[in-house]
């Protein structure tokens, strides 16, 4: 109920708990989040889209978290329920984080129809943290109209954004290249709106350049969506101009592309899944205080690559899943992975005509 209410401590204490490490937490969230999806189920209308997933990406500097302040000022005024998941940069020495982009949306951290929760990427690659795509999912089945995603800093081939969000939107300063630059594969591929900002001032011209060499780099790629050709959009988050324009870019993409955004998150999930399999398997693995044979397999191969220069980091790899799965070919096996209290189990079936249908579990020193 106070989730519901759109109580802001409990929604943190909530988000905290998804974001935690400790298996109990874990188990805890997702039972919540199961009870909270089929209430969300039972209050909406399937054929309606209620809640529209955002992600703002760009460059460093690039004016993204002053362009959520002022897009987020100009939503929550119409009375648009509005949460902000900033995504913020782990130091790979320290592991801590700033999160500073909170400090940018002092107005939108303080309206009653925002919600503003900063989160650490704690190394994971590709602009994103590990449960963003949880938190966006809270988000959306307790009612906020809009779950807006800012990215860290991305370069031309981070797209992760576009794994959990229905809609990319890529801000770019004056100056970001020429037409070839914005005709380049990666980033520029996902974006259903471009936004150029800082569109005041001594960059007007500058601006108005970049968009003709931007639209004229989008009439080279191939559309993602039938009828939706990615807008162009001049803003200046500094001066709040054309801020408008960009509200109305989301909400018509959100009317005309419904059935799109649904196959979308359907292929999300799948990819999302294979996301936590990888974070789940590299977690036990490297789990130096976990005794278990895993850890001697991966002892000899860290020494022998450091001892022996010939010896490449795809042998050592090579050698460990050999160790683990035995003598069978990781590329015939099919692999189910089950993860309990911090152990992974692997129960593999070989795909080879011989063994086709016999499955086998492994033994107690190969857990």
Not at 246 to 271: A, D, P, T, W
Not at 303 to 331: C, S
Request: proline content about 4%; charged content about 25%.
């Amino acid at each position: 109920h106070k989730l519901r209410s759109f109580d802001r401590a409990e929604i943190s204490r909530t988000m905290t708990l998804i974001e935690s490490s400790r298996v109990q937490d874990r188990v805890f969230a997702q039972q919540l989040l199961k009870t909270l999806i089929k209430q969300g189920k039972q209050e909406t209308n399937l054929f309606k889209l209620k809640t529209i997933r955002v992600g703002l990406c760009g460059s460093p500097g690039a004016g993204k978290s002053s362009l959520i302040e002022k897009l987020g000022m100009h939503m929550c005024n119409l009375g648009v329920k509005l949460a902000v998941l900033a995504i913020d940069p782990s130091s790979r020495t320290t592991g801590g984080a700033i999160l500073g982009d909170k400090t940018r949306m002092e107005q939108l951290s303080l309206h009653p129809n925002a919600f503003v929760r900063p989160s650490p990427t704690r190394g994971i690659m590709g602009g994103l943290a590990l449960h963003t795509n949880e938190l966006a999912l809270l988000c959306e089945n307790i009612g906020f109209d809009m779950v807006l995603i800012e990215t860290v800093g991305l370069g031309q081939n981070e797209i992760e954004i576009d794994n959990v969000t229905d809609f990319v939107s890529l801000v770019i300063p004056p100056g970001s290249g020429d037409d070839l630059q914005g005709s380049k594969k990666g980033i520029m591929e996902i974006a259903d709106m471009i936004a150029i900002n800082k569109y005041d001032g001594p960059f007007e011209y500058a601006c108005k350049k970049l968009k003709v060499d931007v639209q004229h780099s989008i009439h080279f790629q191939t559309q993602r969506y039938e009828e939706w050709e990615p807008p162009v959009i001049l803003c200046s988050a500094e001066c709040n101009r054309n801020i408008d324009q960009l509200y109305g870019c989301i909400k018509k993409f959100q009317e005309s592309q419904v059935r799109n955004i649904i196959k979308k998150r359907n292929s999300q999930n799948i990819n999302n899944m294979w996301t936590y399999i990888s974070n789940i398997i590299m977690n036990a693995l490297q789990e130096e205080e976990m005794n278990h044979p895993f850890q001697s397999y991966i002892q000899v191969a860290k020494e022998r690559l450091i001892q022996d220069p010939q010896y490449l980091p795809y042998e050592g790899a090579e050698y460990i899943l050999h160790k683990i799965f035995g003598d069978h070919n990781p590329h015939q096996t099919q692999i189910t992975i089950h993860y309990t209290n911090t152990i992974v189990y692997i129960l593999y079936t070989s795909t080879s005509p011989r063994n086709r249908g016999r499955s086998r579990r492994p033994s107690d020193d190969r857990k």
